[in-house]
């Protein structure tokens, strides 16, 4: 099995050379080859491709013909091997035990990670997490300096003033507008006010992320004092990206939280005891050789 093994990569990585070309649809009982005068289907062949490593199904996908020659020099020198009783042979027969107990490892944990019982409702709060998590604002903002950058203006003068313009946004006046006739904010003012998309998890003050995100689109935050001046928000639009997107996304963590919970509780009902210390012992590093040294 072990030369099988080193045999493999080296037939399938040829079969890189040759041009992928559209697949037509076969039906899985279609007989596409015979062996031996043994027919052989399509489902067959997608069954043994399937058990490729992954990285040698792509190139193996490309040339199906040299596929069926590998399964069939596999399939015949897995027959002499029984037939001289290889498989009964101790250094065999425990490869054989172990790759056998290996593929039905893999098998449980596919299956207790693909078919983990999630329900909707464990979704659906999920869901509501991320959406509160990843939701990007979009927003404009009205900037009113105080000190230095705001030309001498006193702090209560500059508040004065925020709060005059808030209450002129909130009765209706044209807040762009008043962002282009009052703002101190050089790059937003010539952006019409628009302020880069807002996320949670970005590296701002909560003083300021924290009003914003309670906002309804076209609402305006209490001004904002930050150190030389004071800011004033109004929520644009608020999005919590892809729907179906972040739903596959919610199910694939969900399982995974699932079977890690599974697969620790798994690993604490061992019952594993170490008898022989020495056994066990850290082997010590390989020595080199000693070089002789030269007079």
């Given amino acids: 099995m072990t030369h099988l093994k080193l045999y493999l990569p080296i037939v399938l990585t040829g079969l890189g050379l040759f041009a992928q070309a559209p697949q037509p649809t076969v039906a899985p009982e279609t007989v596409v080859a015979t062996i031996d005068g043994k027919p052989l289907?399509?489902?067959?062949?997608?069954?043994?491709?399937?058990?490729?490593?992954?990285?040698?199904?792509?190139?193996?996908?490309?040339?199906k013909q040299e596929l069926v020659r590998y399964y069939a020099l596999m399939t015949?020198?897995?027959?002499?091997?029984?037939?001289?009783?290889?498989?009964?042979?101790?250094?065999?027969?425990?490869?054989?035990?172990?790759?056998?107990?290996?593929?039905?490892?893999?098998?449980?944990?596919?299956?207790?990670?693909?078919?983990?019982?999630?329900?909707?409702d464990q979704i659906t709060a999920e869901l509501e997490k991320n959406n509160a998590e990843n939701a990007q604002a979009n927003t404009r903002v009205l900037y009113v300096a105080f000190g230095e950058k705001g030309d001498g203006r006193s702090e209560a003068e500059a508040k004065t003033k925020i709060e005059d313009l808030r209450k002129k946004a909130v009765a209706g006046e044209d807040f762009v507008k008043l962002i282009a006739e009052n703002s101190d904010d050089k790059m937003s003012k010539e952006n019409e006010g628009l302020y880069p998309p807002i996320k949670k998890s970005d590296a701002l003050p909560d003083v300021i992320k924290n009003p914003i995100f309670t906002l309804k689109p076209g609402e305006y935050s209490e001004p904002i004092r930050q150190a030389s001046g004071f800011y004033l928000f109004r929520l644009e639009s608020l999005n919590s990206g892809n729907a179906q997107q972040d739903r596959q996304r919610v199910i694939a963590r969900l399982r995974q939280q699932k079977f890690n919970e599974w697969f620790q509780g798994l690993r604490n009902t061992l019952d594993v005891k170490f008898e022989n210390e020495a056994f066990f012992a850290p082997e010590a590093p390989a020595q080199g050789i000693p070089v002789p040294q030269q007079d």
Avoid: C, H, W
Wanted: charged residues 30%; hydrophobic residues 35%; proline residues 6%.
């Fill in 76 to 120: 015949k020198l897995a027959r002499m091997a029984e037939e001289k009783k290889l498989d009964q042979q101790p250094q065999y027969k425990g490869r054989l035990e172990f790759a056998r107990d290996n593929v039905l490892m893999q098998s449980m944990i596919e299956q207790e990670m693909n078919n983990s019982p999630i329900s909707e």
């Fill in 41 to 63: 289907t399509a489902q067959e062949i997608d069954v043994f491709l399937s058990a490729l490593p992954p990285q040698l199904q792509q190139n193996a996908r490309r040339d």
